[in-house]
């Protein structure tokens, strides 16, 4: 191992590299740090990902919304035209609002 390494460890953390139970150690702290970084990269990920569909709705709903105010369609071929889900169009429906 290299020589500052060595005395590093030696130092600040009363290891002795050239231990098997020391090495062992070294590696579970490098694997752990990797998983957590892992672990914190992916949430960030999913994080940005639902704000991105999130956002992408809202665009979806504002478009919708333009196209109704603007339009004497049915809100059912509106809806559809917009990509809308159905679970919209049916509680639209049971709210008793709208065309069908």
């Given at each position: 191992?290299?020589?500052?390494?060595?005395?590093?460890?030696?130092?600040?953390?009363?290891?002795?590299?050239?231990?098997?139970?020391?090495?062992?150690?070294?590696?579970?702290?490098?694997?752990?740090?990797?998983?957590?970084?892992?672990?914190?990269?992916?949430?960030?990920?999913?994080?940005?990902?639902?704000?991105?569909?999130?956002a992408d709705e809202e665009r979806q709903v504002a478009s919708f919304n333009e196209a109704l105010l603007q339009s004497r369609a049915p809100v059912s071929e509106l809806a559809r035209a917009a990509g809308l889900p159905r679970e919209l169009l049916l509680l639209r429906r049971e709210l008793g609002s709208g065309a069908p």
């Open positions: 191992m290299n020589a500052p390494v060595v005395e590093w460890l030696g130092r600040h953390l009363a290891l002795d590299p050239t231990q098997p139970a020391t090495l062992v150690l070294l590696v579970m702290a490098v694997v752990l740090v990797g998983l957590l970084a892992y672990l914190v990269t992916h949430r960030v990920l999913e994080i940005r990902a639902h704000r991105r569909r999130m």
